[in-house]
């Protein structure tokens, strides 16, 4: 299955663990637990305990995934999909609805999101399938069906939940395998051509408050106290900060209540607005540095599923940095992405947990040569 190299000890895989990125990652968590404690008033119960707690709980998980035995990990790569699919079928049935959406299941008392593991889980199985694809040019369209159908199935479940910004977020970490994996451009171009080509038809699909936000997205003036009220507050609130922000905890949009959804989709716009250019300009820099160390690791990897694997959990984080940057700033439509580390949201931190403990442990694993398998 693998390499004569003798595997690490537990003690060596510790010690050998990247801690520039874990270091990173645990910035970006403290800059959250500041954020969580200015919007509950400097008060420590609440919001900023729980957002503790499921860190807590997130690096327990972080350290399983990376320090287990990496032949786990690509055995049972399918069967961790299956039951990320799984939990996506019965959510509707067993799920809790929130705001007009199905999305969470109770398991043993605590709420998680399975769309959002499912973002990671999607990425394992296609790293998985394209390292044992042996590419020929003749029967490569047949070839693409399965990881086709893969990528679609959580997509659609995803959408019906309905959840159109993480099945976005999900297509795009599937299409970044199959970029990855060296398939012709060709393909692509032909999927961008046929998805402009089908842009009136998705329209008719979109369900009012969808289409509502496209359009205030091109326009949140339209429809200032409601549709467009989120953008608006969000843009007042990074402006009001200038260079150095208005100080910590003395935000007026965020504490007077203007800001919606602070301490999840928006909390980049509060910590623009207490600590201004300087205090956001720290937190893109942190993001890019992980972003760097993590695709730089990446391409350490000997093994085709270690490289793809890590660089989709790569390409996932940056995909979730970017859609919620650019959202809260009016440059992407209002979609309801958290902000990695950042944002409260206990199913988003154990996800991207998940998927760096991955990419640790095909750090660790980097001379470590997996043979093919078949489907």
Known sequence: MYSNKANFSFTKKILNINYFLVFSILILFGIGLVGMFSISGGEFDGWPLKHLQRFILSIILFLFIA???IRYVFNFAYTIFFISILSLIIVPIFGIESNGATRWISIAGISLQ????VKYTLVLVLAKYFHSLNYDEENIITKLIIPILITMVPVMLVISQPDLGTAIIILLGGISIFWLSGLNYKFFLIGLLSIFASLPLMW???????KDRVLTFFY?????????????????ALGSGGFTGKGFMEGTQSHLNFLP????????TMLGEEFGLIGTFFVLITYAFIIFISIRISLMNKS???????LGVSTVFFIYVFVNIGMVTGL???V?????????????????????????????????????TNF
């Open 114 to 117: 399975p769309s959002e593991f």
């Open 261 to 268: 959804e602070m301490q999840t989709d928006f909390i980049f």
């Open 336 to 372: 309801g992405v958290p902000l990695p580390f950042i944002s409260y949201g206990g199913s988003s931190m154990m996800a991207v947990m998940f998927g760096f403990g991955l990419l640790i442990n095909c750090n660790l694993n980097k001379n470590i040569i997996l043979e093919k």
């Open 304 to 310: 085709l599923f270690s490289k793809l694997a890590s």
């Open 332 to 334: 992407l439509p209002v």
């Open 204 to 210: 008719q699909y979109l369900k009012d408050y969808q």
């Open 220 to 236: 949140p003036e339209r429809d200032p106290l409601g549709n467009g009220y989120h953008i608006m507050q969000s843009k007042i």
């Open 67 to 69: 320090l287990i035995d």
